[in-house]
T-cell receptor, first 113, second 115 residues
Framework: DGGITQSPKYLFRKEGQNVTLSCEQN?????MYWYRQDPGQGLRLIYY???????QKGDIAEGYSVSREKKESFPLTVTSAQKNPTAFYLC????????????FGEGSWLTVV | KNQVEQSPQSLIILEGKNCTLQ??????????LRWYKQDTGRGPVSLTI?????NTKSNGRYTATLDADTKQSSLHITASQLSDSASYIC??????????????FGTGTRLTVIP
């Protein structure tokens, strides 16, 4: 079955460490997105990519980095520059255009210890 | 400013009852409006997607309405079940010049269905 897979589901990070969240999709979607979700707030866009080897900053890109070397993969690195990284992270993908269903992964919980 | 506001913030209903969730938006230009269901700690799952020309769209016990003039949408849940307990998120799509979707998320309504 096609879908989006995020890993790990739970991740603990020490202060000053970089961590990478994985997002893989086998839906043949061109566009992929990373969102951050905090309690009581709507999802906020971190980065998005419409094609391989191209990506754009979202509303809260500071302290994060991404790569898009393959169509299927869009990993997110939370760097030590992100001062408040504890959150729920969601990856999404879709085909370009406004009318297509946007599919979300199951999310990754990141906690700083 | 592009915003999506949902009400109520939370709602508790008895199993079998109906309920209606509200979404008001100020996003422009408007492309479409989506309703998602999100279980705690899970990714959102699409319920409906509506364009400005669609007034009503149903998906099983879920019925979404859209008034593009007043920029309001509602999600009506009929004969609620315990499994309906979740957060319901309203998402308004605008298209960027690049063609990418620009999504604006509401903060969601937390629905709890009790026996």
């Amino acid at each position: 079955d096609g879908g989006i897979t995020q890993s790990p589901k739970y991740l603990f990070r020490k202060e000053g460490q970089n961590v990478t969240l994985s997002c893989e999709q086998n839906l043949n979607h061109d566009a992929m997105y990373w969102y951050r979700q905090d309690p009581g707030q709507g999802l906020r866009l971190i980065y998005y990519s419409q094609i391989v080897n191209d990506f754009q900053k979202g509303d809260i890109a500071e302290g994060y980095s991404v790569s898009r070397e393959k169509k299927e993969s869009f990993p997110l690195t939370v760097t030590s520059a992100q001062k408040n990284p504890t959150a729920f992270y969601l990856c999404a993908s879709t085909t370009p255009g406004g009318w297509n269903t946007i599919y979300f992964g199951e999310g990754s919980w990141l906690t700083v210890v | 400013k592009n915003q999506v506001e949902q009400s109520p913030q939370s709602l508790i209903i008895l199993e079998g009852k109906n309920c209606t969730l509200q979404c008001n938006y100020t996003v422009s230009p408007f492309s479409n409006l989506r309703w998602y269901k999100q279980d705690t700690g899970r990714g959102p799952v699409s319920l409906t997607i509506m364009t400005f020309s669609e007034n009503t769209k149903s998906n099983g016990r879920y019925t979404a309405t859209l008034d593009a003039d007043t920029k309001q949408s509602s999600l009506h849940i009929t004969a609620s079940q315990l499994s309906d307990s979740a957060s319901y998120i309203c998402v308004v799509t605008s298209l960027l010049i690049t063609g990418a979707n620009n999504l604006f998320f509401g903060t969601g309504t937390r629905l709890t269905v009790i026996p």
